[in-house]
């Protein structure tokens, strides 16, 4: 029983969503279980451009470090926030959602280039979670019951507790910028006064990507659910303007 309901979840999530966290649960399984090292997968400016390792700059963005805590933490995010991007402002645009992954991945790459990072992964969560929030400004969240805060403010709380715990905040500073440069880029630029549309993505994603079919019995995942979702709720609308809004 349990397994038919991970298997209906499972197949539930959106392509794209379902493809990343499937490989970056795969590439994880892999390195727990010896198949691989973590030194064959990092990132390694001398081994991609000298050696022609290409495959380091995809397996970069995969692996959140061996299964526990960490690993956790970050999987869950990444799967709920890229989960909710693609069926919220992407929904019926997985072409647009795939750029904007090549988009981010890009940049990190080149801003890995001048700083001392192996692993991209958690960055390019801390962007998915960006451009979410920053696309859902009127919804209220609740951090481990400690503190209430409208969606914007989110990735400054993930940051703060990051410097808490004694995490680096550069992994978080790189995500929270290339987030910014696509939020700003896509949403608020061409909406200015002689802007125009920046981001343009390729016909052949469009081509290949844009005409599939919504699934059957497609059921998109709750934006707040009463499961495990690190601390983060959404309390019922306090007026009439946020309901409205939401």
């Known amino acids: ?32 279980l010896d198949i691989i090292s973590p030194f064959q997968i990092y ?19 995969l692996y959140f470090g061996q299964i526990g805590f960490n690993f956790l933490f970050n999987m869950i995010f990444a799967y ?20 904007m992954f090549m988009f981010g991945g890009f940049f990190m790459v080149i801003m890995a280039l001048f700083v001392n990072l192996v692993f991209l992964g958690s960055a390019f969560t801390m962007m998915l979670v960006y451009v979410w929030s920053r696309r859902n400004p009127y919804i209220r969240l609740n951090f481990f ?21 004694g995490n680096s905040v550069i992994i978080d500073m790189m995500g929270i910028a290339i987030g910014h440069i696509y939020f700003f880029l896509e949403d608020v630029f061409p909406r200015q006064q002689g802007g125009f549309k920046v981001l343009k993505t390729p016909r052949f994603l469009k081509t290949l990507l844009d005409d599939v079919p919504d699934q059957e019995n497609y059921n998109p995942l709750p934006e707040v659910g009463e499961g495990f979702n690190r601390g983060l709720r959404r309390p019922p609308p306090q007026n009439q303007e946020d309901q409205a809004e939401q």
Do not use: H
């Not at 493809?19 to 970056?24: G, N």
């Not at 022609?52 to 963005?61: A, D, H, L, M």
């Not at 709920?80 to 795939?98: Q, W």
């Not at 019951?145 to 507790?161: D, I, T």
């Open 43 to 61: 990132f390694n400016p001398d081994l991609i451009f000298r050696q022609f390792q290409i495959w380091r700059i995809v397996t970069s963005f």
């Open 1 to 32: 029983m349990a397994a038919q309901t991970f298997q209906q979840e499972y197949m539930q999530m959106p392509p794209i969503t379902r493809a990343y966290t499937t490989a970056c649960v795969l590439t994880t399984l892999a390195v727990q």
């Open 145 to 165: 019951g400690l503190m209430n805060f409208q969606a914007p403010f989110l990735p400054w709380v993930l940051l703060g507790f990051s410097l808490l715990i």
């Open 80 to 99: 709920r926030y890229c989960r909710m991007l693609e069926e919220g402002s992407f929904r019926g645009k997985p072409a647009d959602f795939l750029f």
